[in-house]
Nanobody
Framework: QVHLVESGGGSVQSGGSLRLSCAAS????????MGWFRQASGKKREGVAR???????SVADSVKGRFTIYQDNAKNTLYLQMNSLKPEDTAMYYC???????????????WGQGTQVTVSE
């Protein structure tokens, strides 16, 4: 059985930092492409950062220069380092795994349950 378990969310002030973790079990993250998505209250879910098939990363323009996605294959864990947080980053953050590794053609195979990030002024 596959589980993606996010942690690290919380409440921070504007300008603060958080690091989200997504611990995977039942799959090896190195055999999937992993990504982070978020959904703010009343809004559609959006992609935040993804690892691509060649190992490079893609981040949304709204978080470019502030968020970094990376994974530790030995720990089977995906991370999202979030710096210079803004109130508009407030959302539920989800990790996801997709295979084949093509974010455009395929929907993620697995989703985590989410971790809440709240950024105050």
């Amino acid at each position: 059985q596959v589980h993606l378990v996010e942690s690290g969310g919380g409440s921070v002030q504007s300008g603060g930092s958080l690091r989200l973790s997504c611990a995977a079990s039942g799959i090896a993250v190195r055999t999937y492409c992993m990504g982070w998505f978020r959904q703010a209250s009343g809004k559609k879910r959006e992609g935040v950062a993804r690892i691509l098939s060649d190992g490079s990363t893609s981040v949304a323009d709204s978080v470019k220069g502030r968020f970094t996605i990376y994974q530790d294959n030995a720990k089977n864990t995906l991370y999202l380092q979030m710096n210079s947080l803004k109130p508009e980053d407030t959302a539920m953050y989800y990790c996801a795994a997709v295979r084949p590794c093509n974010w455009v053609q395929y929907e993620p195979n697995y989703w985590g349950q989410g971790t809440q990030v709240t950024v105050s002024e």
